[in-house]
C-alpha cells in the first residue's frame, strides 16, 4: 500500500470515529422522573439541563435550516387532555447569520397539564421524548431525541 492509501485509509477512519464519538452526545439531560399525581387536573413542569456553552432550538419561529425542539409524550391511559407549555425563548445572534436564532439556554422548563379520571393503586410509567437540535457559538449539531421515563406516583 502507498503512503497515500495509508493517509487516505487513516483519515477516513478518523472521521468515522470522530462522527460515531459526535453522534453519542447529549446536550440536555432531564432533571427530576418522579411526580405526585391525584386525580383530576394535574400540572408537573418536566426541567431540562443544557449542557454549558451550547443551547437548543426554539420549539416554534426557527430557521427553514434548522430543527425545532419537540416534546413528544406517549399517549397513555388514564391520562386525558394532555398539553404543553414551552417557555417563551430568548434571541442571540450568529456571526454569518442575518436573522437572530430562537434558541433555549442553560435550563429549559416544559409544563405539562393533564386529566386523570381515577388513579390507580401502582405508579404510572409514562414514556417522553425530546427532540433538539444543540448549537455552540461556532457550528449546529446534528439533531438528537433524548428518552426518558417519567413515574407518576398517586398521593
Request: proline share 6%.
Given at each position: 500500500?502507498?503512503?497515500?492509501?495509508?493517509?487516505?485509509?487513516?483519515?477516513?477512519f478518523?472521521?468515522?470515529?470522530?462522527?460515531?464519538?459526535?453522534?453519542?452526545?447529549?446536550?440536555?439531560?432531564?432533571?427530576?422522573?418522579?411526580?405526585?399525581?391525584?386525580?383530576?387536573?394535574?400540572?408537573?413542569?418536566?426541567?431540562?439541563?443544557?449542557?454549558?456553552?451550547?443551547h437548543?432550538?426554539?420549539?416554534?419561529?426557527?430557521?427553514?435550516w434548522?430543527?425545532?425542539?419537540?416534546?413528544?409524550m406517549?399517549?397513555?391511559?388514564?391520562?386525558?387532555n394532555?398539553?404543553?407549555?414551552?417557555?417563551?425563548?430568548?434571541?442571540?445572534?450568529?456571526?454569518?447569520?442575518?436573522?437572530?436564532l430562537?434558541?433555549?439556554?442553560?435550563?429549559?422548563?416544559?409544563?405539562?397539564?393533564?386529566?386523570?379520571?381515577?388513579?390507580?393503586?401502582?405508579s404510572?410509567?409514562?414514556?417522553?421524548?425530546l427532540?433538539y437540535q444543540?448549537?455552540d457559538?461556532?457550528?449546529?449539531?446534528?439533531?438528537?431525541?433524548?428518552?426518558f421515563?417519567?413515574?407518576?406516583?398517586?398521593?
Amino acid at each position: 500500500m502507498s503512503c497515500f492509501q495509508n493517509i487516505k485509509l487513516f483519515l477516513l477512519f478518523f472521521i468515522g470515529v470522530s462522527w460515531s464519538t459526535n453522534a453519542q452526545i447529549q446536550w440536555v439531560q432531564i432533571q427530576d422522573t418522579v411526580y405526585q399525581v391525584q386525580k383530576g387536573k394535574n400540572t408537573i413542569q418536566l426541567q431540562f439541563s443544557i449542557t454549558e456553552g451550547y443551547h437548543i432550538q426554539a420549539n416554534t419561529g426557527v430557521l427553514d435550516w434548522i430543527s425545532p425542539s419537540a416534546l413528544n409524550m406517549e399517549t397513555k391511559n388514564p391520562l386525558a387532555n394532555v398539553s404543553m407549555y414551552f417557555p417563551k425563548p430568548h434571541e442571540i445572534s450568529l456571526i454569518g447569520i442575518k436573522e437572530p436564532l430562537q434558541v433555549f439556554s442553560e435550563t429549559l422548563i416544559v409544563q405539562l397539564e393533564f386529566y386523570i379520571a381515577e388513579i390507580p393503586k401502582d405508579s404510572i410509567p409514562w414514556k417522553g421524548t425530546l427532540s433538539y437540535q444543540a448549537c455552540d457559538n461556532k457550528q449546529c449539531y446534528y439533531p438528537r431525541t433524548l428518552s426518558f421515563m417519567l413515574q407518576l406516583d398517586p398521593n
